[in-house]
C-alpha cells in the first residue's frame, strides 16, 4: 500500500477528565451516568448528532435481556430509571409479554422521544457531551490509555483522562490503544442490517391473517391474547417470503422476519434485512449500505404485495446507518465462555448479570444460524470488560472478551446498559483511589452497584 508523509503538527489537550466514555449508545449513555453520579468529572464523546446507539438510530424494535427464562429480574438500576423516565414520558408502555415467546419481556420504545429523553438524563447528570467527534487517535503513557483525540467542527483535538470507557461497540479505542483482540478466523461474523418502519398498517386485518394461520408464525400466547393490544410482536411470514423470493419481489432469501407491531399508530418496525460484511472496514460498510437500502424498498413492497393489512403501506423511517451484530472483543483478562453461559456460571467479581438466549444470525443464510434458551441467567464479571494487556481503559458493550456464542447473548440492550453501568462505576472509583482497574477491591465495587440498584446475585 502507497504511504503518504502528513506534516507533523501540535494537537492542543483542551481539558483533563477523570473519566473519558467514548461512544453514546445504550453502554456508553448509562456508563457515563454512573461515572459522574459516582463524582467523577465525565466526558461523553460521540460520533453522530445524538445519544442513543442502535435503539436510536437502529430504530430497535425493543430493548431485551432484562429478565431470565424462569422469570427472575437480571437488570435494573439506572437502565430500569432509564426505562421509567421512558414510561413517564409517554415513550414506552415498558415491560410488556413477548408475544413469541422468544423471551420473557421486551420494551418497545418510541425512538425519537428516546433520543431526548437518554440526552437530558445525561446531561442532568453532569456529563459534558462531545457531538460529531468520532476518535481519531488514543493518548497513552507506556501501557497506560491516558486519554482521546477526537476531530470534529473545532478540529484535532486532545482530552486527558485517568480512565477511558471504550463504548464504541466495535472497540475503537481498544484498536488504536494497542488491544489484543479474540480471533476465529473460521468464523465470519453475524451479519448486519438495516431496520426500517412502515406507516399505514390495518392491524386489524392483519391479526384476522395471524389468527387463521398460526401454523406459519411462533407464537407464545394464543392468538386471541394479540386483539386489543397496543403492541403486537410476530415472527413469521415464512410462505410469503417464500412465495416473493422466488418471484423476484424480494432478493434476499429469507424464512421469517420479525414484526414490531404499535397498533394506535399503524406502524411496525420491521427486522429482515440481512448482509455480510466485515463492520470494521468502511468499503464494507459501504457495500453493505447500499444493498441493505435496496433490501428496505424491495420488503416494504414485499409487505405491500403479500400481507393482508399492509397493501396501503408505507416507508415511514428508516435506520440512519448499518447496525452491527459483532466486531472486534478485545482479549480480557478472563473470557465469557459459550459453557459459562449455558451453565449459568458465577464469578466471584461479578459487575451484572445476562440470561437472554444465544441468539445467533447466519451471516449468509435464510435464518438463525443458533437460537439457543437459556435455563437461568448467568454472571459477567469485571473481568470480561478489562483488557489483558492495556491499563487506564475498560469497555461496555459488544465488544467484551467473550467467545461467539457467549456474545450473541451478551450483546442485548438490556445486557449491554448494565455493563454501562458497572464500567462507569469501576471507571470513577479507580480514578478517585487512583488504582488500577484490576486492582480495585471487588466487593467494595459490588457494594457500590448493589445501593444503586445493580442486581449482581
Known sequence: M???????????????????VAGGGTAGVIAAIASARNGARTLLVERSGFLGGHIASQLLEHSAGWFDAAGRRIVAGLPQELVDRLVSAGASPGHVRDDTGYTLSRVPVNHEMFKSIVTGMVAQAGVDLL?????????????????????????????????VIDCTGDADVAER????????????????????????????ALLKHVAANEQDFKLGVATAALVGEDHVNLWGFGPQLARAFDDGTVSLKRNELHYSGWVRSG???????????????SEALAEAEIALRRQVLEFTEFFRR?????????????ASCVGVRESRRIKGRNILTDNDVRTGRRFEDAVLRGGFPIDSHDPKGASLDSAEHLASGYDIPLSVLVPADVDGLIVAGRCI?????????????????????????????????????????????????????????
Open 306 to 318: 403479500y400481507i393482508p393489512g399492509a397493501q396501503n403501506c408505507f416507508l415511514s423511517a428508516s
Open 401 to 457: 472478551s467473550a467467545e461467539r456464542k457467549a456474545l450473541a447473548s451478551a450483546r442485548i440492550s438490556g445486557t449491554c446498559m448494565a455493563m454501562g453501568q458497572a464500567a462507569g462505576t469501576a471507571a470513577a472509583m479507580a480514578s478517585r483511589l487512583g488504582k488500577p482497574l484490576p486492582t480495585l477491591d471487588i466487593g467494595d465495587l459490588q457494594r457500590v452497584l448493589a445501593e444503586q440498584g445493580a442486581i449482581l446475585r
Open 267 to 281: 406502524e411496525a418496525v420491521i427486522n429482515v434485512t440481512r448482509f455480510a460484511a466485515d463492520a470494521t472496514r
Open 177 to 204: 490503544a494497542g488491544c489484543a483482540f479474540l480471533s476465529e478466523a473460521d468464523a465470519p461474523t453475524q451479519p448486519v442490517s438495516l431496520l426500517f418502519k412502515l406507516g399505514g398498517i390495518d392491524h386489524q
Open 2 to 20: 502507497k504511504t503518504i508523509t502528513e506534516a507533523a503538527r501540535q494537537t492542543p489537550l483542551v481539558e483533563t477528565y477523570d473519566v473519558i
Open 131 to 163: 457531538f460529531f467527534s468520532p476518535v481519531v487517535g488514543v493518548l497513552k503513557d507506556d501501557d497506560k490509555v491516558s486519554g482521546l483525540i477526537v476531530e470534529n467542527k473545532s478540529g484535532r483535538t486532545a482530552y486527558g483522562a485517568d480512565v
